[in-house]
């Protein structure tokens, strides 16, 4: 039981560059978010998906996008990257609504 | 929308000394709450929640308080340890709702 896997750990763009963060989930949870750690800033929520072919957008969304169409898999796509996207990106997974989360341990994500 | 501030953004405390954060949160719907540890390069991991409908809980020796007319709640570590050194943030999230919003973090130190 692997919990959440995120790849990749870390990765490094360039300004305008595309690209897709993974993250995985086995352990048959409905609920799945993505979630940007700063510095002095905490988590802030990017999206969440409620199920397959449901998301939604949380509190910073704009220059991400994602798609649910398994339980399992919550990709995170960043359509060209800016500076401003450097960060640790976290996804998580939960049962229920009002139920912990259970995270992947990060990628971290520089933008030149 | 839901708004939680945490205090304070760092605490250094002797081993075995007893260590207080404190959040304070916006909107009054929100009624679970959760507490996170994250170590250095991993993602957070659930210490201790809390339900509206609770007061107070404990475990070992993490206890969590919840004051829901003045809208705060609490983590108390007691007989602190080197390895409760981390980062510790609150969070809250509403009834019914899947949007968990998390305070900016207090970083402990617990000196031996």
């Known amino acids: 039981n692997a919990g959440v896997t995120q790849t990749p750990k870390f990765q490094v763009l360039k300004t305008g560059q595309s690209m897709t963060l993974q993250c995985a989930q086995d352990m048959n949870h409905e609920y799945m978010s993505w979630y940007r750690q700063d510095p002095g800033m905490g988590l802030r929520l990017i999206h969440y998906?409620?199920?397959?072919?449901?998301?939604d957008q949380g509190e910073v969304p704009n220059g991400y996008n994602v798609s649910r169409s398994t339980t399992e898999d919550f990709p995170l796509r960043l359509l060209s990257a800016a500076p401003s996207q450097t960060s640790v990106y976290f996804c998580a997974s939960s049962y229920a609504l009002e139920s912990p989360l259970h995270f992947g341990n990060g990628t971290r994500l520089t933008v030149t | 929308g839901e708004n939680v501030e945490q205090h304070p953004s760092t605490l250094s405390v002797q081993e075995g000394d007893s260590a207080v954060i404190k959040c304070t949160y916006s909107?009054?719907?929100?009624?679970?709450f959760p507490w996170y540890k994250q170590e250095l390069g991993k993602g957070p991991q659930l210490i201790i929640d809390?339900?509206?409908?609770?007061g107070e809980k404990k475990d070992q020796r993490i206890a969590v308080t919840l004051n829901k007319t003045a809208k705060h709640f609490s983590l108390h570590i007691t007989e602190t340890q080197p390895e409760d050194s981390a980062v510790y943030f609150c969070?809250?999230?509403?009834?019914?709702?899947?949007?968990?919003?998390f305070g900016a973090g207090t970083r402990l130190f617990v000196k031996a």
């Open positions: 998906s409620v199920g397959a072919g449901i998301t």
């Open positions: 809390i339900r509206s409908n609770v």
């Open positions: 909107d009054s719907a929100s009624n679970y």
């Open positions: 969070a809250a999230s509403m009834s019914g709702g899947f949007k968990t919003i």
